[in-house]
Structures are given as structure tokens and as C-alpha cells.
Antibody, heavy 119, light 108 residues
């Protein structure tokens, strides 16, 4: 299983950024996928998840209305569109797989891509 | 929204037993999962569904969950167990995934 995030960088407050996560080594379209972030020196914060077929999405209150999670199962890729970015969105963003089971935990994590929101 | 509370830090001598708690309202009715994150590494699940261990995780790691507290127990602690530990649940009421604030385990 490999999850490789990209798209992070430095962006000004109020601007947008789109993260991608290329998945390989497993049947992507059978797994729900998540974005989890970690601000520098802080704990883990769940951001969003999307069902295996892209039919349903859920968001943390802190990003709802600003971030959109999506996926392209034909390209084994997960996305996170981030709009109206704020300083508090600065974090390492992980792409994470949920196992194909009835257990609501996370079994494989990417290395993360760093997003810095600063003027 | 559902809140999980962990102690910021726990210290233990090598060879002893470490217990890390995770508090939440009626958490015993939920499935609790535990992750450790060593410095500059990604999180790794060490316990899922309260007490199940993924393959590759030593038997020294165990979990329990009842009432308002879930507990991760690490027996015969080793220096390599030093890490941040996070509990996590799925909150059915909000469809949100929730992490505890994390506990830094220090091996003295």
C-alpha cells in the first residue's frame, strides 16, 4: 500500500490550494478515504472523508463550507480542494485509508504534504 | 461534538507497565482505536476495536474500554515505545471522526 500526497506549499490567507493523493498497492475503489491534518507540534485532527464510491462526504466543522474532498477512482487519486484558507489551516495533511471492514479506524497513512498559510 | 480527553503525558520506567487513558461520555458504547506516532514518523494503529492488535504489534500492547474510559496498556515498556499516543472514535451522532489530544509517553 502506498499513499503519496502532493500539492502542499505556502499560500496567502484567503487563497486556495488543491491537494492530491496517489494511491497504489490496493483496490482503491473499495475503500473510504480520509484527510487528517497535524499542525506543527500539535495533535491529529480529522478533516474529511469520502465513501469508496464518492457518494457521500463528511467534514469537520472547522473546514465545512471551505474544503471539498473528492476522488477519481479511474485514476486511484484522492483530492482535497481547500478554499478561503486561514492561518489555522497550516498543517501537515495526511491522506489516510480506512480498511474495507466494519471497523472505523485508519490503517495506512501517507507521509503527508505541508500546507503553510501565511502572508 | 464528541470530545476525547487524554492526559498530556505519562512517564514510566523500563520494564514497567504504562497505562494511557482516554475519557469520553459513555465511550464504552463506542469502538476505540489507538495510534502511536514516533518522532518524525506517521501514525501507526496499535489497537483497534477496543482491544484487537494488528499484525506486527507486540502482545505487550492491549486495550480495554468501559463506562467513560478507554485504556491502552503497554506491558514491559521499552525505550522504543516512546511516542505520542492518540485514541480515536467514530461518533455516529455526527458522522465525525474524533481524535484525543494525544499523550506523550516518556520512558525514564
Amino acid at each position: 500500500v502506498q499513499l503519496v500526497e502532493s500539492g502542499g506549499g505556502v499560500v496567502q490567507p484567503g487563497r486556495s490550494l488543491r491537494l492530491s493523493c496517489a494511491a497504489s498497492g490496493f483496490t482503491f475503489n473499495k475503500h473510504a478515504m480520509h484527510w487528517v491534518r497535524q499542525a506543527p507540534g500539535k495533535g491529529l485532527e480529522w478533516v474529511a472523508d469520502i465513501l469508496y464510491d464518492g457518494s457521500i462526504e463528511y467534514y469537520a466543522d472547522s473546514v465545512k463550507g471551505r474544503f471539498t474532498i473528492s476522488r477519481d477512482n479511474s485514476k486511484n487519486t484522492l483530492f482535497l480542494q481547500m478554499n478561503s484558507l486561514r492561518a489555522e489551516d497550516t498543517a501537515l495533511y495526511y491522506c489516510v485509508r480506512e480498511p474495507h471492514s466494519s471497523s472505523f479506524h485508519l490503517d495506512y497513512w501517507g507521509q503527508g504534504t505541508l500546507v503553510t498559510v501565511s502572508s | 461534538s464528541y470530545v476525547l480527553t487524554q492526559p498530556p503525558s505519562v512517564s514510566v520506567a523500563p520494564g514497567k507497565t504504562a497505562r494511557i487513558t482516554c475519557g469520553g461520555h459513555n465511550i464504552g458504547s463506542k469502538s476505540v482505536h489507538w495510534y502511536h506516532q514516533k518522532p518524525r514518523q506517521v501514525p501507526v494503529v496499535v489497537i483497534y476495536d477496543d482491544s484487537d492488535r494488528p499484525s506486527g504489534i507486540p502482545e505487550r500492547f492491549s486495550g480495554s474500554n468501559s463506562g467513560n474510559t478507554a485504556t491502552l496498556t503497554i506491558s514491559r515498556v521499552e525505550a522504543g515505545d516512546e511516542a505520542d499516543y492518540y485514541c480515536q472514535v467514530w461518533d455516529r451522532g455526527s458522522d465525525h471522526w474524533v481524535f484525543g489530544g494525544g499523550t506523550k509517553l516518556t520512558v525514564l
